[in-house]
């Protein structure tokens, strides 16, 4: 199996994937465009990563939410839309490419695969690629991920807290935040003690989206959820 990426440079390369493996390809340019498509409801844009503090590119609506669910991950510390592009031989000797729509890398410097899959799931093409390409990220000591769309309050509360994710948010406040949450509190009664609501929540907001607080996502996100400060929120 060979990859073929673009630098920084916009030099186009080919080399095995073993090798590819080993460089930093969420440097790389999108090794491939995403079209316009007729009657798709969300074209091709750009999405502000709070992770790589730029812009990511994305194709479509189940696209953005990924790169949305990545940019909230804490485990990764940079993402890029179609860094790389796998290719192997097939049946016959015909030449399979494809270029998974997403990496990420991860903190403990191994890389994700991901393609991203909307409500209806993912076709056959994709799901017969998708085992050789987990098998290549295996390969390195990468991982594969065909996702589809997360829970719908898990998306709903992300998206919240996404509008929060600019640094300028914190206002400096993080250390006091931590501090407040350093045993379990409801929001509200949290940023009341921190002073002027309007002033703090954005603060708050920007602390769960950084993990420095902690709540369970999986149920709405309200101003009485219990929020608890992070374990790790010191070395925030």
């Known amino acids: 199996?060979?990859?073929?990426?673009?630098?920084?440079?916009?030099?186009?390369?080919?080399?095995?994937?073993?090798?590819?493996?080993e460089r930093q390809l969420e440097e790389c340019l999108p090794v491939r465009a995403f079209p316009v498509l007729k009657?798709?409801?969300?074209?091709?844009?750009?999405?502000?990563?709070?992770?790589?503090?730029?812009?990511?590119h994305y194709g479509f609506k189940a696209m953005r939410t990924q790169?949305?669910?990545l940019d909230h991950d804490r485990q990764v510390v940079?993402?890029?839309?179609?860094?790389?592009?796998?290719?192997?031989?097939?049946?016959?000797?015909?030449?399979?490419?494809?270029?998974?729509?997403?990496?990420?890398?991860?903190?403990?410097?191994?890389?994700?695969?991901?393609?991203?899959?909307g409500?209806?799931?993912?076709?056959r093409r994709l799901v017969r690629r998708a085992v050789h390409v987990e098998a290549a990220a295996a390969a390195v000591g990468w991982h594969y991920r065909l996702v589809g769309p997360p829970p719908a309050v898990v998306e709903a509360n992300v998206r919240w807290l996404a509008g929060y994710r600019h640094p300028r948010c914190a206002q400096d406040r993080l250390a006091q935040v931590a501090a407040c949450f350093r045993s379990p509190l409801p929001l509200?009664?949290?940023v009341r003690q921190l002073g002027d609501p309007?002033?703090?929540?954005?603060?708050?907001?920007?602390?769960?989206?950084?993990?420095?607080?902690?709540?369970?996502?999986?149920?709405?996100?309200?101003?009485?959820?219990?929020?608890?400060?992070?374990?790790?929120?010191a070395q925030r």
């Open 78 to 117: 940079a993402l890029a839309c179609r860094p790389v592009e796998l290719l192997w031989r097939g049946r016959g000797g015909r030449v399979i490419s494809h270029a998974p729509h997403l990496m990420g890398r991860l903190a403990d410097g191994s890389g994700l695969l991901l393609d991203c899959v």
């Open 67 to 69: 790169v949305m669910m």
């Open 1 to 21: 199996m060979t990859a073929r990426f673009v630098d920084q440079a916009g030099v186009e390369h080919e080399v095995p994937w073993l090798e590819a493996g």
């Open 198 to 233: 309007i002033a703090v929540w954005p603060a708050v907001f920007h602390a769960l989206w950084r993990g420095v607080l902690r709540v369970p996502l999986e149920r709405a996100l309200h101003e009485r959820v219990v929020a608890v400060a992070s374990p790790t929120a």
């Open 39 to 56: 009657g798709r409801r969300v074209a091709p844009g750009w999405y502000w990563s709070a992770t790589n503090h730029a812009l990511v």
């Open 188 to 190: 509200v009664e949290g």
């Open 119 to 123: 409500r209806f799931g993912a076709g």
